[in-house]
């Protein structure tokens, strides 16, 4: 894939498909945006629009333990 090509049609669901898959198998947006050549902010778009739950941001979101 050409970096920063404008992708539309079938090309551009192909990619929300792969990186939709990627996402929900453990990998991060930004783990994403550098394999694919692409900006965070178009990862983050892509999944949007192919319906995926984002995760909440990192770190330790287990509730803490009680003292």
Do not use: N, W
């Amino acid at each position: 894939m050409d970096k920063g090509k404008q992708l539309t049609g079938p090309e551009r669901d192909k990619l929300a498909g792969e990186l939709k898959t990627a996402y929900e198998s453990g990998a991060s947006i930004r783990a994403l945006a550098q394999d694919s050549g692409r900006s965070y902010g178009f990862v983050h778009r892509i999944l949007s629009e192919a319906g995926t739950t984002l995760r909440g941001r990192g770190g330790d979101t287990r509730a803490p333990l009680p003292h």
